[in-house]
């Protein structure tokens, strides 16, 4: 029996829901191409920063630095205003570049903080041919004075705004910090979004004690960190009227299946093709195809949202006994030997 591992997502016909987040693999053609041929459905390019597409580079410089005589250690949490070396033009290369290179969807990602007009590139990137956009809202806010509700308008205007300029589909990559996900998913939907993309996932600088400095970190995942996504995916499929991709944890053909049950339409992979190469996206898909063969599922539709909460009728009441029985299920395993310290 043949599988058909094809997919719908944000409109578009993927061959696998199996799709290379962005990433540095993502940024280089030759790359482009080996996953393509190990069975990606889709590419994600890498993103381009609001901040790569300020026309005020200078704004953007005095932002950086105006605390230059203040601690200036914690400039180290700042990266250099060189960095931000690729704009508009090389991004829209780039997406050009990759569309003659494969013939896979190409998804465009905008990483943005702030409603503006850097949204007019979000028009240069279809014209340049990408077949969607994957919106990335990251922004921290450490003033206390601004109000959750604030941020979460502010970041559904970045939504209308995007969606107004392009007829592409456009994928917002939610960050799980939000009071009520299932509302701000709805807004974003109201909002013109074709998909949602759980979940956007943070670095964090560590601190460098014998430089006495910032530093970035970039923590590769685990499969235990899409149970998050993984949940939420279970609990908006079907509740909105948009394409659902899972992100985060995704490294073996068991967490790519265990995404489409739940309700994924596109999962998304990044740290396993990272640490062992693209070769990891042919091994989840053709164990998938043998998993999916093993126990008769002819396609990937058959499959999805099969362990969904959208036939439950209180997921809330759902989610909160499995809470209460993992908690009062646990055991701590009994110990030998004296004062609690265990065999040795």
Known sequence: MAVNLSTKYLGLKLASPVVPSACPLTADIDSLKKLAEAGAGAVVLPSLFEEQMLSEGATLVQYMTHSKEQFAEALSYLPEPDEFHIGA????????????????????????????????????????????????????????????????????RIVREVCSRVKLPVAVKL????????????QFVEAGAAGLVLFNRFYQPDIDLSE??????????????????????????????ASVALSGGVHT???????????????????????NGVGGLGKVVKNMKAWMEKRDYESVEQMKGSLSLKSCPDPEAFERAHYIKAITGFHVPATTGKGGGGSR
């Open 89 to 156: 033009d090389e991004y829209c290369k780039h997406v050009r570049e990759a569309k003659k290179a494969v013939s896979v969807p190409v998804i465009a990602s905008l990483n943005a903080a702030t409603p503006g007009n850097w949204v007019k590139f979000a028009r240069e990137i279809e014209q340049a041919g990408a077949d969607a956009i994957e919106l990335n809202i990251y922004h921290l806010v450490s003033d206390p004075s601004i109000a959750g509700s604030t941020v979460e308008a502010s970041d559904v």
């Open 175 to 186: 960050n799980p910090f939000y009071s009520s996900i299932a509302n701000m998913a709805a």
């Open 212 to 241: 006495i400095e910032a530093r970035p970190t970039v923590d590769m995942s685990r499969s235990e960190d899409m149970r998050l996504p993984l949940r939420w995916t279970a609990i908006l499929h079907g509740r909105v009227q």
């Open 253 to 275: 053909h068991e967490d790519a299946l265990k995404a489409l049950l739940a309700g994924a339409d596109a999962v998304m992979m990044c740290s396993e093709l990272l640490q």
